[in-house]
C-alpha cells in the first residue's frame, strides 16, 4: 500500500471510530444517484458549519450500522451526468461552488473504498440545485423546513473567524512560494528549512496559512497571507490592512513629515516594522561616562508590544483601515479597528481576548507576543523606568487608541495625568504581588521624599475617581498605609 493510501486509511478508521453516523460524516455503500449525491453535498457542508467543523466527509463502501467496510461498485471518475463528468457536474449544481475532494483507494484486496472531503462556504448556505439542505440525525432534509438550524447556520458565520478567510484562491505551487515569505516563516516558528517545496506547503496547510483545493492547487488564507506576505499590496482585500507610521511635524495632524511605507506580513516582517517605527521616534541626549549618546525617548519594549497588540486585536471586519502609529513631538498615539473586548481599565489584570485566536496563537508561537498576557505589565514596567507620564487607553465609536506620553515634570501634570499614573502604578504592584504606598508612589512620580503630603494629595486624588481603595480601610495610618486597585 502507497504512503498516500496508508494515510486515507488512517482517516478513514478515524471516521469509522465515531460511535454512530454523525450529521457531518456519512456512511454509504453503493448509492451513486447523482441528485442524492448533490443534495448530501449541500447537508454536508451546512451541517460542518452547524457543528463548527473545518469539513465533512461522505465515504462509499461502509455498511451504515455496523461501519464495516463492505468495498463499493461506486466509481465517481467514472460517472457521467449527460456528457458531464460528475465531479464536473456536482461543481456547477452547487452554490456558491464548494470545494470538495475525491479520494479512491483499495482500503483491503477487494475493497475499494471512495471518499468525498467536503469543505464548508463560512459566509452563506451551499445549495444545491438552487435548494438548500442540512442533515438531520442521519437523514438530509431541506433546510428551509428547519428555522433553527438556519439561523443557527447564520449565527456561526456572524462569528467565522476572519482568518479562515481565502485571500488568494487556486495558485500554482510555486506562485504560492512567490507571494509568502516561506523562509521568514520557518525562521520564526523555529523550524529546520523544509526540503522541497510539496514540503513547505504542506506545513503551511498545517498552520492554517494555505487550503490545498481538490485539483491539487492552492488558496492562501487571511492567515497566512496578512502574517506572511512578501509584499500585503499583491493582496487586494488585504492591502488596506498594511500598518502605516505617521510622523507629524508638530503636537497636530496639520503638517506631516514624513510616511515610511511597509508592506510585508505581520509576522514574517514585524522587525522591520518595528525598526522603522524606531527610527522615526524623537531621542534625548545623555551624557555618559566621558561620552554623549542619543537614547530614544520611548521605551523599545513598550512600543512593541502596543504594536503587537494593535496589529493582533484589530477588528478586521471594518473595512478600509488598519493599524496606524502616529508619532508627534509630544506623544505617540498607536491605533488599531476595534473597540476592545474588555475594559481598558481592565488591560493589566483581565486574561486576553482577541477577535483573532488562530493569529494570536500563531504569533505567540512565534514569540511576537506576550503567551499569558502580560504585555501590558512589561510596558507599564518600562514607562515607569524610563520616568515616563503613565500610558492613556481609550476607546472610541469604531477604535481602540493606546498614547504614550514624552517626558513631563510632575508640575505639568493634569489631574487626570496624576489620577491615571497612580492607578496604574497601584495596578502593576497588585499583578507583581506588591501593594502601593506613599513611598512607591513618590520613587514612580518622582516626588521628594521631603514632601509626601504630595503624594497624599495625590493618593485622595486617584480615591476620588473610584479607581482606588486602602487595602485596610480600618488602619488610621497614611505613612504605612497600602493602596489595591478598585477591583482587587
Not at 483507494?105 to 464548508?120: D, I, Q, S
Not at 500563531?362 to 514569540?367: D, N, Q, S, T, V
Not at 472610541?396 to 505639568?412: E, K, N, V
Not at 496604574?424 to 504606598?437: D, G, W
Amino acid at each position: 500500500m502507497s504512503s498516500t493510501d496508508l494515510s486515507l486509511s488512517s482517516r478513514l478508521e478515524s471516521l469509522l471510530a465515531l460511535p454512530q453516523e454523525t450529521e457531518w460524516v456519512e456512511f454509504k455503500h453503493n448509492n451513486s444517484d447523482p441528485d442524492s449525491i448533490g443534495e448530501r453535498l449541500s447537508a454536508l457542508a451546512n451541517s460542518a458549519i452547524l457543528h463548527d467543523q473545518s469539513r465533512a466527509w461522505m465515504v462509499w463502501g461502509i455498511e451504515d450500522g455496523t461501519h464495516q467496510v463492505l468495498g463499493t461498485t461506486f466509481s465517481p471518475r467514472k460517472q457521467r451526468v449527460g456528457n458531464q463528468e460528475l465531479e464536473g457536474w456536482l461543481s456547477t449544481q452547487l452554490h456558491p461552488r464548494v470545494d470538495f475532494r475525491i479520494q479512491e483507494w483499495e482500503y483491503a484486496p477487494g475493497k475499494p473504498v471512495v471518499l468525498f472531503e467536503v469543505f464548508p462556504c463560512w459566509h452563506t448556505p451551499v445549495r444545491f440545485r438552487e435548494k438548500e439542505f442540512v442533515r438531520v440525525g442521519s437523514t438530509t432534509r431541506p433546510l428551509r423546513d428547519y428555522p433553527e438550524k438556519e439561523r443557527q447556520i447564520w449565527e456561526r458565520f456572524q462569528r467565522s473567524p476572519f482568518e479562515k478567510g481565502i485571500c488568494m484562491e487556486n495558485l500554482a505551487d510555486q506562485r504560492v512560494v512567490d507571494l509568502l515569505d516561506v523562509q521568514g516563516f520557518f525562521d520564526l516558528l523555529g523550524l529546520p528549512s523544509a526540503t522541497g517545496t510539496h514540503a513547505v506547503l504542506e506545513r503551511l496547510e498545517q498552520e492554517g496559512c494555505v487550503l490545498k483545493r481538490p485539483d491539487g492547487r492552492w488558496d492562501i488564507t487571511n492567515l497566512g497571507g496578512l502574517l506572511c506576505a512578501k509584499d500585503l499590496r499583491q493582496f487586494p482585500t488585504l492591502s488596506r490592512k498594511c500598518p502605516r507610521v505617521i510622523v507629524y511635524k508638530g503636537k497636530n495632524r496639520v503638517e506631516t513629515l514624513r510616511e515610511p511605507e511597509f508592506h510585508r506580513g505581520y509576522a514574517t516582517g514585524f522587525e522591520d516594522l518595528t525598526r522603522i517605527i524606531h527610527d522615526q521616534l524623537p531621542s534625548n541626549e545623555v551624557l555618559g561616562l566621558a561620552l554623549r549618546r542619543e537614547v530614544r525617548m520611548y521605551p523599545e519594549v513598550a512600543v512593541r508590544e502596543l504594536v503587537a497588540n494593535a496589529l493582533i486585536h484589530q477588528d478586521f471586519t471594518i473595512t478600509g483601515d488598519g493599524p496606524k502609529v502616529e508619532i508627534f513631538t509630544d506623544r505617540v498615539e498607536i491605533t488599531n479597528p476595534g473597540r476592545p473586548l474588555i475594559d481598558t481599565l481592565r488591560f493589566v489584570d483581565e486574561p486576553p481576548r482577541s477577535r483573532n485566536e488562530a493569529m494570536a496563537a500563531l504569533m505567540r508561537r512565534m514569540k511576537i507576543c506576550e503567551e499569558r498576557g502580560s504585555g501590558i505589565d512589561k510596558v507599564l514596567f518600562y514607562i515607569e523606568v524610563h520616568q515616563l507620564p503613565a500610558p492613556e487607553f481609550r476607546e472610541t465609536g469604531s477604535h481602540t487608541i493606546t498614547t504614550l506620553f514624552s517626558t513631563r515634570d510632575l508640575d505639568r501634570m493634569e489631574k487626570p495625568d496624576r489620577v491615571r499614573a497612580t492607578y496604574l502604578h497601584a495596578c502593576l504592584k497588585h499583578v507583581s504581588n506588591e501593594q502601593m504606598t506613599n513611598e512607591s508612589l513618590r520613587k514612580r512620580l518622582n516626588i521628594p521624599d521631603s514632601d509626601p503630603s504630595k503624594a497624599t494629595r495625590i493618593i485622595k486624588e486617584t480615591m476620588s475617581a473610584g479607581l482606588l481603595k486602602p487595602k485596610d480601610p480600618d488602619s488610621a495610618s497614611r505613612k504605612h498605609a497600602k493602596y489595591l486597585p478598585f477591583w482587587a
